[in-house]
């Protein structure tokens, strides 16, 4: 995982934890699992109007 050991995570987690508190790390996680499921959605919108755009390409020429 980016080239990163053991140690290195869990400093990392333990910074995390002091930064922004014990309470508010499950709100953070929340909108961090909200903003992705909204990429994803997305990046699948984006798939099918391409797909959709070059099917009706096909059917014009």
Do not use: H, N, W, Y
Not at 41 to 46: E, L, M, P
Request: glycine share 10%; with cysteine; hydrophobic share 40%.
């Amino acid at each position: 995982m980016f080239g990163l050991g053991p140690q290195e995570i869990i400093l990392i987690c333990i910074v995390i934890l002091v930064l922004f508190g014990a309470k508010k790390i499950p709100e953070l996680m929340s909108g961090l699992g909200k903003g992705m499921r909204e990429f994803k959605k997305a990046s699948k919108d984006i798939e099918s109007e391409i797909s959709s755009a070059s099917t009706e390409e096909k059917k014009t020429s």
